[in-house]
């Protein structure tokens, strides 16, 4: 049977009401979701920024941290530049001192001493023969000896080699002290791995700083090596 107009609008009537009230439903759902994702997005930007926050306290922490690493070391750099220049420098007095004291006349007692009658000292003899350089600390003079004294603040056994192998050449560079006797000597304010018995062993005067005042420290009965 044919529904009756009326019949057939309610009907439809009926139906546009519940797609509305679905339609209404799923609106309502569909904005819990996104009041959802709106909350969640701001649940996590409020951790990203609080993230950023630590990261950054963090980050300025350790700035401050290594800014003060920074300025202990750079605090104990200066300290001890200045405890080496404090040393440095009371060693190169000692040593100016010590070179002063040898040439104006403990040498000449200290050789005295070992039957070496010095008549003239001179300090820092250098020249140039043949193409070369050569230079001495300390040349000790009389009629028929020489003594050649190298002035080291601090001995070593390579200083000692260089030093023989100049006392080799010595009379050659300086043809004056041909047929003379020659002898070497090391000075020193401080030694390093036992570097004056190597210096004795090589037939060398070995003149040690004490105090104020020098003295030979070769055994008894140590007899000089003559360089020719």
């Known amino acids: 049977m044919d529904r009756e107009p009326h019949q057939t609008a309610a009907a439809d009537f009926k139906a546009i009401r519940s797609d509305l009230r679905a339609t209404a439903r799923l609106q309502k759902k569909v904005q819990r979701q996104i009041d959802e994702m ?20 963090e980050y300025e922490e350790r700035q401050k941290e290594q800014q003060k690493e920074y300025e202990e070391r750079q ?9 080496y220049d404090r040393k440095f420098g009371d060693l190169s007095n000692r040593w100016g001192r010590f070179v002063e004291s040898l040439v104006e006349g403990d ?3 200290m050789l005295r001493e070992k039957n070496i009658e010095v008549e003239t000292i001179a300090e820092r003899v250098r020249g140039k023969r043949n193409g070369e ?6 040349v000790a003079v009389n009629g028929e000896e020489v003594v050649v004294v190298e002035v080291k603040s601090t001995l070593r056994a390579d ?6 192998d100049r006392l080799e050449n010595f009379t050659r560079w300086s043809p004056l002290y041909k047929g003379k006797k020659v002898y070497g000597a090391v000075a020193y304010l401080q030694v390093v791995q036992s570097a004056e018995i190597y210096a004795e062993r090589q037939g060398l005067f070995v003149i040690r700083a004490t105090g104020d005042s020098a003295s030979i420290i070769n055994r ?9």
Request: aromatic share 14%; glycine share 4%; charged share 50%.
């Open 38 to 57: 709106i909350k969640e997005g701001k649940e996590r930007r409020k951790e990203y920024e609080e993230r950023q926050k630590e990261q950054q306290k």
């Open 133 to 138: 350089h050569f230079e001495f600390d300390i």
């Open 220 to 228: 008894d009965g140590f007899l000089p090596k003559t360089f020719h």
């Open 159 to 164: 200083d000692i080699k260089h030093f023989l």
């Open 75 to 83: 605090k104990e750099y200066e300290q001890r530049h200045k405890e």
């Open 107 to 109: 040498l000449v007692a």
